[in-house]
């Protein structure tokens, strides 16, 4: 029987550390009393991004904070939350999140779900392709080239539907994934908001081998995603969004994310109310 | 066994033998050769793209442990609660009774047949449209659902295959000893099959550690794959440097797992020798085993 | 409840045959490349037994998601590899076939080499005997005994290798698990029924395998 016994405990053993190590980890759970918070994209470089000295940049992220400001939150009350596309309505009905602000562009169907604070950008689908090609001027070059977009995304939907049914569209995963076949070759075009193209353009490994096409293929109003009826918060954060545009701030933030690119952004598009 | 499959080589085999390796190594190199030089092409080996991992620290303190340990976590929350229900399921696929031994059976069979990948989509929306858990735990709660309910099934048959393994004196004596059916089986089978089924359940937690990384595409669980995203976003689109040491480090660990299964068989084999009880040399541990290695 | 499958909106039984086919084709291509893996790490070249050591120790440690995607930017987006196909789809469909047969194929090589194993020494002895090479012992003596000892652990790599082609979602291979997300985004309040459907349909796919070579496996056994 010994013998029998010392395999068993090796492996409870090496269950123990396994959970000793998860259980080390913890967790710390949403909004507690005197802390907001607010949903972002954590992979959107421009927009919504996650850093690796673990803190947040981008267009979307300084909007939020000032946003939050206005609301009475400084920057270290707020809790940062990853917002992926699918989730962001889910979150904002489960309350797991004050606003969402994450590249979230206003349409019929999410309106019946949740309620937007803004617009506070206006963007418009666009391409992006590598610096030395110039044989895409118009939407209908498209049905003769490789595009990639994000699985599932409005933008590969709207190309296979409306701009170019004919192109050969492939959807990956991510837009890094595509990044790396619009660099080896293997795709002419990555096709999605303008905004987040230029987030990548910008970025300094990329500087000088991507440009963007130009082309208005869509319009694209980003709001702030607020719960369903909650009027009083999104009167709240529309005039926290007047008051960003009227003293410069959003001028300053959309030069500082989108002017590497040479982006030539729309200007600040009007409150809704 | 494979020294039994051919002639100690002689002059003209080991001629022979070299020849191959020549070849075989020329063959092996070449593509070697062909995949760097096509990668070197694209840019894919600059070292802009590949130094993040050795000379920044924050991409192993920012995304890759955490998201290790997250997957750590996973895993072995799943084995820990996938352990004692897989028991039950095995026992109860034993039992004398009919009523018992057949919805049990129907239960395990339904969930092996089904994907991982779908039990767990199917958690996710199951807890977004009837539960309360937080957002922050969903995920997670899915990730180990589907992993439990899949994994449980599996180590049922495991249990059940180790069980039945065992020579059959093992329970006629205990019933002639006046023991009752439960002490038969948790005094006298179940302690003689843990060991039977040991390295087989070490290694269905290779199967599950990597079968977290489902989650990360899908249901947005933070584990170690899904981290991807954020490490190409932030360091220009390294896409192919960031999945191979992505891939390194889950190699490496179950690596760690195998290993320490190996080492269990190895200590097991020796402990049979001199234990009084005998397993069949066919039926057993090969059995189990590849039953569970199949489960990926 | 089940009215969404009266819709037309869904082509639930194409993204079925997408995923049978990626199980069929996978299902052969994984069969020899597994025997050739098995054959490398029994055979008498060091170095061949090496590669074939690390290799399924390498890849079976690896989430299959990492290969599968690995294949589409590794081999397609950086190497352009696109095994003779135009289109995104039928590249993606094809690179997840090859991601699923450099998988699967390591389980077929531990199932295989488990069931060389219960080949009696005897045999191989018997067969060189005789004078026979080690490709013809390998071949005409201990394999086809092998395999008739591998059936049940083949049938369980079949099955699991059927349900892991819903990982080929990854790279857009329309199968069975992309349009069950769909469903389940758009038809949230027939949750239960969209998992019955697609939990029929894999248990349409697995069970009869399981039971047939189930059989199989008790009518080929090697009596000894």
């Not at chain 1, 498209?142 to 539907?161: D, F, R």
């Not at chain 3, 590899?81 to 039928?90: F, K, M, P, V």
């Not at chain 3, 194929?105 to 067969?127: D, H, K, M, Y």
Request: some cysteine.
């Amino acid at each position: 029987m010994k013998l029998r016994r010392t395999p068993a405990a090796a492996a409870a053993a090496v269950v123990l550390a396994l959970t000793a190590t998860a259980c080390g980890s913890g967790s710390d759970s949403g909004s507690n009393g005197d802390k907001i918070t607010v949903g972002i994209k954590f992979d959107q470089p421009g927009l919504g991004l996650k850093t690796p000295d673990g803190t947040y940049a981008g267009f979307d992220v300084d909007v939020a904070k000032y946003v939050a400001k206005e609301l009475g939150f400084a920057e270290d009350k707020i809790n940062w939350k990853q917002a992926p596309s699918a989730e962001r309505e889910n979150l904002i009905k489960n309350g797991d999140v004050k606003f969402v602000v994450a590249s979230y562009s206003i349409n019929e169907k999410r309106l019946k779900e949740v309620d937007f604070a803004g617009p506070y950008f206006v963007t418009h689908q666009d391409l992006l392709v590598r610096a030395d090609d110039s044989s895409i001027t118009k939407v209908e070059d498209l049905n003769s080239k490789k595009l990639c977009s994000v699985s599932g995304s409005t933008s590969a939907q709207n190309v296979k539907e409306k701009l170019a049914p004919k192109a050969d569209l492939q959807q990956l995963g991510g837009y890094s994934e595509c990044l790396t076949g619009l660099e080896n070759k293997r795709v002419d075009a990555l096709t999605t908001d303008a905004s987040i193209l230029a987030g990548y353009a910008s970025q300094k490994e990329h500087q000088g081998k991507f440009k963007l096409a130009g082309l208005s293929m869509s319009d694209e109003n980003y709001g702030i995603g607020v719960k369903k009826g909650d009027s009083e918060l999104k009167g709240k954060i529309n005039k926290a969004l007047e008051k960003m545009v009227s003293d410069g701030t959003w001028d300053k933030l959309v030069k500082q994310h989108f002017g590497p690119s040479g982006y030539k952004n729309d200007p600040a598009p009007k409150i809704a109310g | 066994m494979s020294s039994v499959l051919y002639d100690t080589p002689g002059p003209r085999a080991r001629r022979r033998n070299v020849l191959f390796t020549i070849v075989f190594l020329a063959v092996l190199a070449l593509v070697a050769w062909w995949v760097l030089a096509a990668l070197n092409d694209k840019n894919q080996l600059a070292a802009d793209k590949w130094s993040p991992f050795v000379t920044d620290s924050r991409v192993w303190t920012t995304y890759l442990l955490p998201g290790l340990t997250e997957t750590l976590k996973a895993a072995a929350l799943s084995i820990l609660i996938a352990l004692p229900l897989g028991a039950l399921l095995g026992i109860g696929r034993l039992s004398d009774h009919r009523w018992v031994r057949v919805p049990v059976g129907a239960v395990v069979e339904f969930f092996r047949a089904i994907p991982v990948l779908l039990l767990m989509m199917f958690a996710a929306a199951l807890y977004r449209e009837f539960t309360t858990v937080s957002s922050d735990f969903r995920p997670l709660y899915a990730v180990v659902t589907g992993l439990v309910l899949y994994n449980a099934s599996v180590i049922a048959e495991v249990v059940k295959a180790g069980v039945l393994s065992l020579p059959r004196g093992q329970g006629d004596a205990a019933e002639a000893l006046g023991m009752r059916k439960g002490q038969t089986m948790t005094y006298i089978l179940l302690p003689q099959a843990v060991t039977v089924m040991l390295p087989a359940l070490v290694s269905q937690l290779v199967v599950i550690v990597k079968d977290t990384a489902l989650g990360g595409a899908l249901l947005g669980y933070a584990e170690l794959l899904s981290q991807n995203r954020q490490i190409t976003a932030n360091y220009g689109a390294n896409t192919i440097a960031t999945f191979t040491v992505i891939a390194l480090i889950y190699i490496i660990i179950n690596a760690i797992v195998t290993h320490l299964a190996g080492r269990l068989e190895r200590r097991l084999r020796r402990g049979r020798k001199s234990a009084a009880v005998a397993i069949p040399a066919q039926g057993g541990p090969t059995d189990v085993k590849s039953d569970a290695v199949s489960g990926a | 409840m089940f009215d969404f499958l009266d819709s037309g909106q869904y082509d639930l039984l194409g993204a079925f045959w997408v995923t049978a086919k990626l199980a069929l084709y996978s299902a052969i291509g994984s069969l020899i490349w597994g025997t050739a893996l098995a054959a490398m790490r029994v055979s008498p070249v060091p170095l061949m037994r090496g590669f074939g050591t690390t290799y399924v120790n390498l890849v079976r440690n690896t989430p299959l998601t990492v290969v599968i995607v690995a294949c589409s930017f590794g081999l397609d987006q950086t190497l352009n590899i696109t095994l003779g196909a135009d289109r995104s789809e039928d590249i993606g469909f094809r690179l997840a076939i090859l991601g699923l047969i450099a998988y699967t194929g390591t389980f077929v090589c531990e199932a295989l080499r488990s069931g060389i194993n219960t080949v009696p020494p005897g045999q191989a002895e018997a067969a060189r005997a005789l004078g026979l090479n080690f490709i013809q012992v390998l071949t005409l003596v201990v394999l086809p005994q092998a395999f008739r000892a591998a059936v049940t652990p083949l049938a369980n790599v079949l099955i699991a290798l059927t349900k892991n082609t819903t990982v080929a979602a990854a790279i857009g291979a329309a199968e069975a698990a992309v349009l069950m997300k769909e469903m389940i985004e758009n038809e949230a309040d027939a949750l239960f029924a969209v998992f019955a459907v697609f939990a029929f349909g894999f248990i349409v796919l697995t069970l009869p395998t399981g039971l047939f070579l189930g059989w199989a496996a008790k009518r080929l056994a090697v009596k000894r």
